[in-house]
């Protein structure tokens, strides 16, 4: 775990995890090949700080519940957002592209940094 000082750091990594397993993650968080987390009340945490984190980087409301799993549906969301809500819906870059979206992985690494930079409190 990533811990800095007595305080725990958040990274990209670990975000992108949390939303490539977001849909499952009352079951467990796999952080990596022998890392699973099951522990109800640290999947409770990531959730909730990874939805605050979401939030924060666009003008989207992002509540954490996944009311649809049609990509139109997040509009009103920023680009940012919306990058990170297609990898939670497991929408591939491919798909992205026909979409209208340009550098996405830059643009996705991006917003995980920004969510970082709002979760450690380097804002």
Request: aromatic residues 14%.
């Amino acid at each position: 775990m990533p811990w800095e000082g007595g305080q725990y750091r958040y990274t990209k990594g670990l975000l992108m995890a949390i939303a490539r397993n977001y849909s499952m993650m009352s079951e467990g968080l796999e952080l990596r090949a022998s890392q699973l987390i099951t522990n109800p009340w640290s999947l409770a945490e990531y959730k909730a700080d990874f939805d605050m984190a979401l939030q924060s980087i666009g003008r989207g409301r992002w509540t954490g519940a996944i009311s649809s799993h049609e990509f139109r549906d997040y509009r009103s969301f920023g680009r940012l957002q919306r990058l990170i809500i297609a990898e939670i819906l497991g929408i591939n870059d491919y798909e992205l592209e026909r979409l209208g979206f340009h550098k996405i992985r830059q643009i996705r690494s991006y917003g995980y940094y920004l969510m970082c930079r709002h979760l450690n409190e380097e804002s």
